[in-house]
């Protein structure tokens, strides 16, 4: 038996049965028969992906990742939206970045993070990169998707909200096996290669909440892309990396969440229970933790229009503290983290999208009055979609608005009406409206064939690079 043969042999047995589960699912994609319902939950995840990338595209995170991919001139197939093309790795990051720099991108609801800016970043990339058809990059995002949900949900006990709770940013965490999921499924790897690509994925995870409020969020969800894409690549030129790290011994779950409290979702439903049906998107660009005491002091502008705010006591699930607890904020960036800061912006009758974090918003006094009045109390047991909300106006009045499942949660859907909406106020700025408008088409039906080419003709727009 040759030397290669050998080590194959033994890091297959050592191979966990959760690395198995993983793997198999991965390697299996191209037999899939995915359900229609799941086809159009990809759809949906596209459209919102490059509507928050282009709308993104000249934000102050994005900028200095373009400039540093164009210094290294490196050359490839793979569109950079609204830019030029490069390799692979180098425009997962940049689109990445973009998809995620306002905040406003699709969250899984369980914990997992953001899926679809490391996922669709990267079967964007490589599928332009290799002449893969719509519908292998669709097959291969999906994939992503479900390995990058599995592995991070659970809800409030679960892998992803207890990685929070410890510091460690889900989406950085476990964006890199998402995307190494996807890749794998475009480069055609086969199972033994597809294991030693999440062991890459695995060991170099990271990515921390303390970075929450600058540049740094953002450029997890890119970096998690092109970790993910060299990771495959990697594999599939030999390399030999642990295949056992996404068990729940001497792994990454170890080593983030030490003392094992945590309640680690199993990988035996791949097939039975779809995550991308739960996909949950932002009406307001912000952290999700602040979007359910937001909703509640939006219903609330019309009454306190004009008047003065004395207090305001909001009730919010304990994660808001983790990721949104920031109770001064000094910069537009730093508000998306601030539930105080998104409850007096909708207190004071803003809508909560992209325009309204602004350096001109921070210095608006009807607005920066509020927020030193506002109270958390942070409720255990409480869901996390909901929130509570009592506003006491100068005299005595007291107002009382509640959100018992925010708007963009699956039990409570952005319509498609609202989705294109959104899409058109984030590109029609960037692009105009008529390429917006056949941006949005192709995008809707992105696995009719051609739609890649022209989806990638569209997104070149006007280069942005400075």
Known sequence: MSTTSTTRSVMRSTTDIRGRQLTAFIAGTAQREHPPAVMEAASRALVDFIGCAVGASDDAPARPVRQAIKSWNASGKARIICGGRTTPALAALANGTMAHAMDYDDTH??????????????????????????????????????????????????????????????TSVFGRAGAAAVACVLMKLDEQQTAYALGVAATTAGGLVGSFGTHGKPFHAGKAAMDGILAAQLAAGGFVSA??????????????????????????????????????????????????????????????????IAAVHAKVHPNALVTAG????????????????????????????????????????????????????????????????????????????????????????????????????????????????????????????????????LLAGKALEK
């Not at 933790?289 to 509640?296: D, E, L």
């Not at 009055?369 to 106006?393: C, F, N, R």
Request: aromatic letters at 6%; proline letters at 7%.
């Open 109 to 170: 609801p369980m914990g997992a993070g953001h899926p679809s800016g490391p996922c669709w970043s990267t079967a964007l990339a490589l599928a332009e990169e290799h002449g893969c058809s719509e519908r292998e990059a669709i097959a291969a995002f999906i994939t992503g998707f479900e390995v990058m949900a599995k592995l991070g949900g659970g809800g409030p006990p679960g892998v992803g909200r207890s990685l929070q709770r410890r510091g460690f940013h889900p």
């Open 243 to 308: 295949t056992h790290l996404y068990g729940l011994e001497k792994g990454l779950l170890d080593a983030f969440i030490q003392n094992r409290e945590v309640e680690v979702p199993p990988l035996d439903d791949f097939d039975h229970k779809w995550e991308i049906l739960g996909n949950s998107f932002k009406p307001f660009a912000s952290c999700r933790a602040t979007h359910a005491s937001t909703q509640a002091a939006r219903s609330l502008a019309d009454r306190v229009k004009g008047r003065k």
């Open 326 to 457: 920031k109770l001064a904020p000094r910069t537009p960036l730093e508000g998306k983290f601030s539930v105080p800061f998104c409850i007096a912006l909708g207190l004071r009758g803003y809508r909560v999208v992209a325009t309204d974090f602004t350096d001109a918003t921070m210095r608006d006094p009807a607005v920066m009055e509020v927020v030193p009045a506002v109270k958390l109390d942070a409720v255990q047991g409480q869901a996390p979609h909901s929130a509570y909300l009592d506003v006491i106006l100068e005299g005595g009045e007291r107002l009382r608005a509640q959100t018992d499942v925010v708007m963009g949660h699956p039990d409570n859907p952005m319509s498609r009406d609202a989705l294109r909406a959104k899409f058109e106020g984030l590109v029609e700025p960037v692009l105009g409206r008529d390429k917006t408008a056949d941006l949005y088409e192709t995008a809707c039906r992105f696995a009719r064939p051609g739609s890649l080419e022209k989806l990638s003709s």
